[in-house]
Each structure stands twice: as structure tokens, then as C-alpha cells.
């Protein structure tokens, strides 16, 4: 089993930046991508990012050239750095990890950000 733990959520005004932070339990062995969602009031959760444990980036395109997903394989842990934020990104933002080994998937509980005008 493998807990992640989101953070650095907040409130912050349009155009402003945040950078949200997801700590897994322990290491992932084998191929892995982790990457993040969001679920605004009233909308289904879609996906905003991921990163694969070999590096490559995907990114949804209402974020692209906004949003910046990395990784720490060291800490174990997956960055979204989000600058020229909107008042649209406003949601709650979840960690994703899927293990292509096992075949497991995991979510964190989220975080919330709020963009204000």
C-alpha cells in the first residue's frame, strides 16, 4: 500500500503562482507515472498532468505553458508548479499514482486551491 500526501494548497489571486507538493509513503519499484487531477464544485474530476518514472511530461492543454509537472525519485515526490493562475483552476487538486507493475493506483485526499480575482 502507498499513502500519498498532498500539500501546499491555498488561496491566491489571479495570476498569482502556487506550488503543490505530493509525498508518496515509500518508494514505487518499476515503471510508474504520478500526476495530478482536479474536481471543481459541480464538474467531474479531470486530469491535469503527468510524469513518467523515465521523465517524459504530459500535460492537459487548458494548462500548458501554465503548468509544470517534475519529480524527485529521491523524495518520492511529484510537483505541480502552476503560475498565471485562473480563476478557472480553481478546484480541488489530487495525486495520482499508478504502478504499471502492480497494476495499483492510489489517490491522495487533495488540496484545495482557490483563485480569486
Known amino acids: 500500500q502507498v499513502q500519498l500526501v498532498e500539500s501546499g494548497g491555498g488561496l491566491v489571486q489571479a495570476g498569482g503562482s502556487l506550488r503543490l507538493s505530493c509525498a508518496a509513503s515509500?518508494?514505487?519499484?518499476?515503471?510508474?507515472?504520478m500526476g495530478w487531477y482536479r474536481q471543481a464544485p459541480g464538474k467531474e474530476r479531470e486530469w491535469v498532468a503527468r510524469i513518467f518514472s523515465g521523465g517524459t511530461t504530459n500535460t492537459a492543454d487548458s494548462v500548458k505553458g501554465r503548468f509544470t509537472i517534475s519529480r524527485d525519485n529521491a523524495k518520492n515526490t511529484v510537483y505541480l508548479q502552476m503560475n498565471s493562475l485562473k480563476l478557472e483552476d480553481t478546484a480541488v487538486y489530487y495525486c495520482n499514482l499508478v504502478s504499471y507493475l502492480s497494476g495499483s493506483e492510489y489517490w491522495g485526499r487533495g488540496t484545495q486551491v482557490t483563485v480569486s480575482s
Open positions: 515509500r518508494s514505487i519499484f518499476g515503471a510508474n507515472a
